[in-house]
């Protein structure tokens, strides 16, 4: 028997409509997806098939041949597990229900399946959910770690699920699933700055050009003069100036490596004349100069 | 917000392929089949040294490049993607005394206070044109929310003429004009609007008129 069920994919950031169409017939038992499927949807099957198996319910080896339609895109993800598990529990006979062909035209299934039975999260839940809702569709079965995000969309029915029984049971209109409220997103909550522009001495014009750049969303290009940033912050600011002595300290620490290196390789005249410290700091500086002997002297 | 630290350090084809989705809003990448979409609304920030030694310009300092080296370093940044860029500004050193200064200055979220008032007037003002914010105007929408009076218009004809300004930036300081406005909550761009939109625009003219 062929059954089709609803699932969608994302090109980019923008949802499509994937009819999965499963057709169970007598014959060798097999179990092939086809459409253009990438290894994590061709993996599936060994998901769908344990997943029926441990949600107590016979599945017996059949003729299986699943199609991913628009059949020439690319398909991956593990989104369709729900679905194409859906569609096999309805071709196998498994799911009764005089409304199953409504039910079905209006119902979008998206979940990664465990094989336990459990649905998992997937990605890109929201971008789903907007194009589901401008084709139409009324109702979507997701994952219950998805319907935060999808409940902040209006005007379609979020429907969040733990387990493939939950669905077997919805469908055959013995249990009811929970509709997830609308919940509106806060944009406006007040957020603790690390650093404050009240700890910016001076830099007035630049604080000025940065607010009129943030008030209308214009790009802005700072010249800055070298030795800027060490002045930049005041010396309140602890973070800042903390990074910076960092970048110093590492600094040091190169230099020292590198006088380090040479005094093994060959131990120069001014290191013999000058105590051990000065030597460290003649050598990382002048290193550079060292065969002409001459330069070094007068420097040194 | 996209902060690009040391601009003139990136890949250069890195930036220049920036150009598009500054002005498109969108980036498409195109592979074996398909074309995909993204879009790409977003703020660039970015900080760089006038020069490799980076005092050209100073005042407190004399620069030690030589005059191949800044133009080198300085045409990095090409010029379509400076056009692309509203506002220029200097950043010059702090003085001690300044730093001494106990005075308490604006924090954080006063700033933000009365960026949200100017961001809330131009959601309200474009409400029927879907868009956001005075940088995303297009030619048209500026002749009817960008009017100018008489004597501003005269500010923007005089440095027009001094400083030698491209047709691109002129649309650009009108946006920045605009956008001042707004902080002002002033319903008509006034000259001293202009005026300091002017000033955001003419530092390209001293470090990169020289190629």
Partial sequence: MLAITKSMALQGLEGYLVAIQVDISNGMPDFQIVGLPDVSVKESRERVKTAIRNSNIEFLSRRIVVNLSPANTKKEGSMFDLAIAVGILIADRNIKNSNLEKILEETIFIGELSLNGNIEKTKGILPICIEAKKLGIKRIILPKQNAKEASILKGIDILPVNTLKEVISYLNGKKKILKQENTDVNLNHDVEYEFDFSEVKGQQSVKRALEVAAAGGHNCLLIRFSRFRKNYVSKESTNYFARYEIRRSIGNYKNLQYTWINRTRKTTYYQKTFSKSTSYYYTSIFSGRRKNSKATERLV | ?211
């Avoid at chain 2, 979409?37 to 050209?56: D, H, K, Q, R, V």
Wanted: net charge positive; charged share 30%; with cysteine.
């Fill in chain 2, 1 to 211: 917000m996209l902060f690009l630290d040391e601009l003139p350090e990136f890949n250069q084809n890195a930036l220049e392929s920036l150009r598009v989705p500054l002005e498109d809003r969108k980036v498409s990448i195109s592979r074996l089949n398909t074309t995909v979409t993204y879009p790409s609304e977003f703020m660039l920030i970015a900080s760089m040294n006038p020069c490799p030694c980076g005092y050209y310009g100073s005042q407190e300092k004399r620069c030690s490049c030589k005059s191949e080296q800044i133009k080198k370093y300085v045409n990095r940044i090409s010029g379509p993607l400076l056009d692309r860029i509203d506002i220029h500004i200097e950043v010059n050193q702090v003085k001690y005394s300044q730093l001494e200064r106990k005075e308490k200055t604006e924090t954080s979220q006063e700033v933000k206070n009365r960026v949200n008032q100017a961001r809330k007037i131009q959601l309200e003002r474009y409400q029927e044109y879907r868009i956001f914010s005075n940088s995303e105007l297009n030619p048209k929408l500026m002749e009817s929310f960008c009017k100018l009076n008489s004597k501003s218009k005269k500010i923007l004809e005089i440095a027009f003429d001094k400083l030698g300004l491209s047709a691109r930036a002129y649309n650009r300081i009108l946006k920045v004009a605009r956008t001042i406005a707004d902080l002002d909550a002033c319903a008509k761009i006034q000259e001293n609007h202009v005026a300091e939109a002017i000033q955001y625009r003419s530092l390209d003219r001293k470090y990169w008129n020289n190629r």
